[in-house]
Each structure stands twice: as C-alpha cells, then as structure tokens.
C-alpha cells in the first residue's frame, strides 16, 4: 500500500477546507441567524453531504471552538472563537472601509464626520474627519453619553428594551442637561425606533449647547449594527438642514456597511416596549 503523494494530499487538504467553508457559510446565512442555528441534517441538505460527513466535520470544528452545539436544540452555530479572530481586525477593517467615504461625505456637507463606536453606555469616536474650517477637536478616543446623541441612538438600534435597562441604568439619562429631551430608558427606546424608520437619527442641542447633528448606523455581514457614521455642527449653519443631512449620511453608511459585506433584508420586528 502506497502512501499518498505531497500533491494529493495538498489537494485533499483544500478540497476538505472548501467543503468547512461551505458549512461555515451556511451557518452564516440568514435563515441560520433567524433561527439561531441550524441541525446537521438542514446542513447536510444545503450543502449536499452525507449527514455522516456533515456530523464528523462540524464535531472537528467544534473542537476547536470554530462553531458550537446548542446542547437544548442540538443545532450548530458560529462559535466564539471564529467571532474572536474577525473582532481583532473588525475595528481596522472598519476605519480602512469608512475614512474615504467619510473624507467625500465631509467634503459633500462641509462639515465634520465622526466614525463611532458603542463601549458600555458611552460613544466612543475612532476617527474625526473636517471637511470645513470649522472642526470639533479632541474628539478621537473620547467617550460620551449615548442616551444623549445621535450616535448612541443607532448604535442602540439592536438593543432590547430589556438590553438598555442593562446598558443605560434607571437613573436620570438627562445628566442634568436641560436640552436633553431624554430621561428614561423608555425616552430613548422612543428615540431609537424612530431613527429605525428615518434610517438616521437627530438631535439638536440635546447634548451640547451650540451644536446639532446626525448619525446612521454601520451594518456588518451580518446586518449587526457595529458603528455610526455622525456628522456635528454650530446649530445655526446645519439646524435647519438635519433631514437632508441625515439621508446623506444614511446613504454614506451603507457604502460602508457594503463593503463589510453586508446585504439589505427585510428588518425583524422589534419586541415592544413594555
């Protein structure tokens, strides 16, 4: 019996590789996410394998922490570890993505874009980008309330009210701010679903006196909001004109959100308030 040569196991080593990548994609798919996983033998359908193949190689995968069995359902899903290896690039896939669509939106509305992130119940901005001479300086690597800016509002946009509870605590959201037209957690739960329908949120003066702006929300191949887009300004140059801001900064983060591989669906109803 003669062992196999370099090149055929090569072969056979890619060819095992393709058919992990085809399972991986499947439990990437929408009706994968919509269910929370999928069972080997749906899995089996969709790709074409035995079930018996489709077992041994999601258990291997498994090992590894590549994907993980629901041990109620049975069903497999994405498993930490592979969301761990996308986390620590995600953030500079992100900026390489945003900052040439931002350098154009700025220079489209002559004012300054903000590239966001959600870390706690605070906005933090990873990248500022001026497309006028006025600028919003120190920015960068400062963190701010979400409940108070446009921001933070789609940043929310996945959140359960149950989720901001959680995040935001039950205390005054208002901080003491008079222009903030937030103080519950239900004030903004009322805020985010309208930045939901208008695709982009506003606000004027809520949480700094002077200034206005807008936000839309940054989508990855997942449909997960992973960022906002924002864009700041002096209340009397950009109040008037926040609809027309908002829609161009909407269509600005959907470039982006495409770039990251993500794919208009038709938007899940969200739980009520209650």
Request: neutral net charge.
């Amino acid at each position: 019996m003669t062992s196999s040569s370099p090149t055929e196991r090569a072969r056979q080593l890619g060819h095992g590789l393709r058919r992990d990548i085809e399972l991986l994609e499947a439990l990437a798919s929408a009706e994968a996410q919509e269910r929370g996983g999928l069972g080997v033998v749906r899995l089996a359908r969709l790709t074409g394998r035995e079930k018996s193949q489709v077992s041994r190689a999601l258990k291997a995968l498994a090992d590894e922490d590549i994907v993980e069995r629901d041990p109620d359902t049975l069903e497999y899903r994405l498993g930490w570890r592979l969301f761990s290896l996308v986390a620590r690039t995600s953030e500079n896939r992100l900026v390489r993505a945003a900052e040439p669509v931002m350098h154009t939106l700025s220079a489209d509305l002559e004012e300054t874009t903000h590239l966001c992130v959600l870390r706690g119940n605070e906005v933090l901005t990873l990248l500022s980008v001026s497309g006028h001479d006025f600028r919003l300086h120190g920015w960068e690597g400062r963190g701010v309330p979400a409940a108070r800016t446009s921001a933070g509002r789609v940043l929310l946009m996945d959140g359960t009210p149950d989720e901001l509870y959680l995040r935001l605590g039950g205390g005054d959201l208002a901080d003491g701010f008079p222009g903030s037209t937030v103080h519950a957690v239900q004030d903004v739960w009322q805020r985010v679903q309208e930045a939901r329908r208008d695709g982009y949120a506003q606000v004027s003066e809520e949480f700094e006196p002077g200034l206005v702006g807008v936000s839309a929300p940054i989508r990855d191949f997942r449909g997960r909001v992973v960022a906002a887009l924002n864009i700041s300004a002096p209340y009397d140059r950009m109040d008037g004109s926040l609809p027309a801001a908002g829609r161009a900064t909407a269509l600005a983060a959907e470039r982006v959100s495409a770039q990251l591989g993500w794919e208009p669906r038709p938007r899940p109803v969200r739980p009520r308030f209650t």
